[in-house]
């Protein structure tokens, strides 16, 4: 039979005490969690509840992983966007230009 461990069953135990699904949470709802943990910082029990969904369940833990590589790259573009800030003003009217002429285009489709 399969024999849980300690701090399982202590976790289980408070769960049914305290009549709510703190720290084993489905899969949706981590994944949520995980999406909202690069754009905020969780609160202990949410990174908790996370934590101990990961120890069981790796496909969770490879969304996160990808979202938190998704995060990392959106974040690089940003600062290569940033830094194209600084373009000179013939390399703004070149592109207005070209959106422009685009935008043309696609109105008489």
């Given at each position: 039979?399969?024999?849980?461990?300690?701090?399982?069953?202590?976790?289980?135990?408070?769960?049914?005490?305290?009549?709510?699904r703190?720290?084993?949470?489905?899969?949706?709802?981590?994944?949520?969690?995980?999406?909202?943990?690069?754009?905020?910082?969780?609160?202990?029990?949410?990174?908790?509840?996370?934590?101990?969904?990961?120890?069981?369940?790796?496909?969770?833990g490879?969304?996160?992983?990808?979202v938190?590589?998704?995060?990392?790259?959106?974040?690089?573009?940003?600062?290569?966007?940033?830094?194209?800030?600084?373009?000179?003003?013939?390399?703004?009217?070149?592109?207005?230009?070209?959106?422009?002429?685009?935008?043309?285009?696609?109105?008489?489709?």
């Amino acid at each position: 039979m399969f024999k849980m461990k300690r701090w399982v069953r202590v976790i289980l135990w408070l769960e049914r005490t305290w009549g709510t699904r703190v720290f084993f949470r489905p899969c949706r709802e981590v994944t949520r969690l995980s999406s909202e943990s690069v754009d905020r910082s969780l609160s202990l029990t949410e990174q908790l509840s996370v934590r101990i969904h990961l120890f069981y369940c790796r496909w969770c833990g490879w969304y996160l992983t990808r979202v938190r590589t998704m995060h990392q790259h959106f974040e690089r573009e940003e600062m290569d966007s940033r830094s194209s800030e600084n373009l000179s003003p013939q390399a703004r009217q070149r592109i207005l230009q070209a959106v422009s002429r685009n935008d043309e285009m696609a109105s008489r489709d």
